[in-house]
């Protein structure tokens, strides 16, 4: 497959551009011209505040239109963006400022006035090897690191999610996931705008997130889990006119099945889940049929090599064996140079032949793909691997359980063991009667802990991390 050697902002804005609305936000919307336009306003500032090729610039915006503006702004005058979360402690905002060596950070006021700097830019554009996006991985597992993406990165896994997501030039798409999220980046922003269609770019709340649908016309929507659960159970669904919808695209974090069922009923709308992750740009997996089971991620994206390697002997599995498990590795033009200042994690990560790890137990039947667990988060009881994700899709069932996580514990002899962290009304012997039923011995749930709320991150996955140490 072939892949443009250029920059983002290059492929998305150095072609013949549609003449039609490209984004619209809460305040305004822009045609492609006009956007290209604000980007080529916002670099020549960009240029006059002092920032040079290479330099860091942090970009701490809600999903907006001056949001896209900004980032290809700073992209085409060469420097590199990190994404701010709006949502980040100032803490958090301090040491990714540090650790990244920001220059400049553009909020609202700043790109006020970036944006209406007098003058265009003329000059080169960066080339496709220069480092683009410092994202910052999840930290679900430890200290956040910042990823080194490059343009080519970008680029090819922009060109790469084109090709099979249900996307054209048609569509209307809804981007409430935060484009400080590199799956908001490339899946919600730089992929439609690279194929044509129109971005409506706001903040997430629940009554104007499902008032666009009726509003704009929505016909594609991008969501993480959280957003499957809340069209599959939320009252307002019922009044929301729906009919234009047609595609759903769920990433970021696994999706129960019987959750994504549901939404695709309420909504009448097909849901594609996808997988990927910051370290690749994102995406990696996509399912590409409509008959793909709602629970796999279905197959990887063109030129992306996948293996399945047996996290102790490094030996591939049995590709065959559909009961066959081990840990996910990718290779493609989407993965990431490296981590930031951090060689060690780089090498961990990235192995012999360029395979990224991805930390995620896996299994294939036939094309589809399926995320079995994290393996760091797998429980060792009576000397048996136990899937937290697994009892989560089963505890779920159970009457009076409204949201649930299952977390390692220890028994008096240190031994691992299953613990339920439950929302609902269930009482601890039923949850353990109604797991004993349908798990294996050494799967049951020794435990039950209540609270009032799972805590997620913006992407929807669970933090079993924080769980764990608030009940160690």
């Known amino acids: 497959m072939h892949f443009p050697s250029c920059s983002l902002p290059e492929l998305l804005f150095a072609r013949q551009l549609p003449s039609k609305v490209a984004m619209i936000d809460e305040a305004r919307e822009v045609t492609y011209a006009q956007l290209a336009t604000e980007v080529s306003y916002v670099a020549a500032a960009l240029i006059e505040r002092g920032i040079e090729p290479g330099d860091v610039v942090a970009l701490r915006l809600p999903n907006s239109i001056d949001y896209t503006v900004a980032f290809h702004g700073a992209l085409t005058c060469g420097a590199i963006v990190t994404p701010v979360a ?213 197959s990887p994206l063109p030129a992306t090599e996948v293996r399945l390697v047996d996290p102790v002997t490094r030996r591939d599995v049995d590709k065959h064996d559909a009961r066959a498990e081990g840990e996910l590795w990718i290779r493609g033009p989407q993965v990431m140079l490296g981590y930031l200042h951090n060689p060690q994690a780089t090498t961990e990560s990235i192995v012999e032949g360029g395979w990224l790890r991805t930390g995620d137990l896996a299994r294939r039947d036939g094309d589809n793909f399926y995320i079995v667990d994290r393996l760091k988060d797998l429980i060792l009881s009576h000397g048996f691997q136990v899937s937290p994700v697994k009892l989560e899709k089963i505890l779920l069932g159970c009457p009076g359980v409204a949201d649930c996580a299952v977390v390692r514990g220890y028994a008096a002899n240190g031994e691992e063991r299953p613990v339920a962290v439950v929302v609902g009304t269930a009482s601890e012997q039923e949850i353990m009667e109604y797991m004993a039923e349908r798990v294996n011995r050494y799967e049951r749930i020794r435990e039950v802990r209540y609270v009032s709320e799972i805590p997620r991150s913006a992407a929807g996955k669970t933090l079993r991390r924080v769980l764990a140490e608030e009940f160690r």
């Not at 220069?130 to 994202?135: E, T």
């Not at 799956?183 to 666009?212: E, K, R």
């Open 86 to 298: 709006t949502y980040a402690t100032a803490a958090d905002v301090q040491a990714q400022l540090t650790l990244t060596h920001s220059k400049l950070i553009i909020d609202p006021a700043t790109i006020a006035e970036l944006r209406s700097f007098p003058h265009r830019w003329s000059g080169a554009y960066p080339s496709a090897e220069s480092v683009a996006c410092l994202p910052m991985s999840s930290g679900t597992t430890g200290l956040p690191k910042a990823v080194q993406l490059t343009h080519a990165n970008l680029v090819s896994n922009t060109v790469q999610f084109s090709k099979v997501v249900p996307v054209d030039a048609g569509d209307v798409c809804l981007a409430v996931l935060p484009f400080t999220h590199i799956y908001g980046l490339t899946a919600l922003m730089n992929t439609p705008l690279l194929l044509d269609a129109t971005v409506i770019a706001q903040s997430f709340a629940v009554d104007s997130f499902l008032a666009a649908h009726e509003r704009h016309g929505v016909t594609v929507t991008f969501i993480a889990p959280p957003l499957a659960r809340l069209l599959a159970t939320h009252p307002a669904v019922e009044h929301t006119n729906f009919s234009r919808l047609r595609t759903i695209v769920s990433g970021a974090a696994a999706l129960h099945p019987e959750v994504g069922a549901a939404a695709e009923r309420r909504v009448g709308a097909k849901i594609y889940q996808g997988y990927g992750m910051s370290e690749a740009s994102p995406v990696t997996h996509i399912a590409q049929l409509p008959d793909t089971p709602i629970d796999s991620i279905g």
